[in-house]
């Protein structure tokens, strides 16, 4: 059996939250992680023992390539145990008022950023018979109000990766979906100001429509972080769902993804609109 000191191992937006958090267990088991980041003071912050940053915007190609390129030619030729695809943006407001521009951008980041990074080290992860981590949220099945584009994106990211474990499932790699419900992130501590200042700069119909919407979704999700699980628990969990043998195909991350998934499965679609939409 390889030892996780002979194993490399990818995370993408690894410079704070989840992403940092799971970067530092995996290196505290022995695994070498090469750790996204966007900025050299991002990855001076998360290098350490066995954490070696990379500077690594998935929407940027040619950052895609040289993580490739790192992967392969690794000088101590260890293979790619696993991608935890874990890079991500939030902005939240109503679908009509959501410029097209932020929606394009979810998009970008949270489903065709990672399609690059899959498709780019898929050859190393044949060959090491690999493995790969999708995060994604428990919005992609159970929709709050104004987190349309987020949500959409999420859901976009699963269906391709029910795709992607059909189509490689026999050439040894599995993949894994994280379903993660609130964790205490900088994302999502940015998320409702980001949100109240899009509201802000709403037209009067737009704020006579959705003005007392957007306010009690962002003082219900304010107040919840408060008892959401840490970007620590988080990446305890995360790590192990990377290392197990024989890992689920589907994950939930914290209580409320545990409670929301099975009643959004069971209740029926406009009861649960009135359960979400308070």
């Known amino acids: 059996m390889t030892r996780p000191e002979e194993e490399l191992i990818v995370i993408s937006g690894a410079s704070t939250g989840i992403g940092a958090a799971t970067a530092r267990k995996l290196a505290s088991r022995g695994y070498h992680v090469l750790a996204g980041v966007r900025s050299d003071r991002e990855g001076d912050a998360i290098r350490g023992a066995r954490i070696e940053p990379v500077m690594l915007d998935i929407t940027v190609g040619e950052h895609v390539r040289a993580l490739a390129a790192r992967v392969s030619g690794d000088p101590r030729r260890r293979p790619l145990r696993a991608v935890i695809n874990n890079a991500g943006i939030e902005i939240n407001a109503p679908v009509e008022v959501l410029p097209l521009g932020i929606w394009r951008e979810h998009f970008d980041v949270n489903l065709f950023g990672h399609i690059a990074v899959i498709q780019a080290l898929l050859p190393a992860l044949r060959r090491s018979r690999g493995r790969i ?64 200042e899009l509201a802000a700069r709403m037209n009067e119909e737009h704020t006579a429509l959705y003005g007392r919407l957007i306010s009690s979704t962002v003082r219900f999700q304010s107040a919840f972080l408060h008892r959401a699980i840490t970007a620590e628990k988080a990446a305890t969990t995360i790590a192990r769902i990377t290392t197990t043998r024989r890992p689920r195909i589907r994950y939930s991350l914290g209580s ?16 649960m609109d009135r359960v979400l939409s308070r």
């Open 133 to 196: 981590v999708n995060i994604s949220s428990v919005g992609a099945e159970a929709v709050l109000p104004i987190y349309g584009a987020y949500a959409g994106s999420k859901a976009a990211f699963e269906s391709a990766s029910d795709a992607l474990r059909r189509e490689v499932s026999a050439q040894g790699i599995q993949v894994v979906i994280v379903q993660s419900g609130g964790v205490q992130t900088p994302m999502a501590d940015d998320s409702g100001p980001r949100a109240l």
């Open 256 to 271: 409320d993804a545990a409670l929301t998934l099975p009643l959004n499965r069971l209740l029926p679609a406009r009861l």
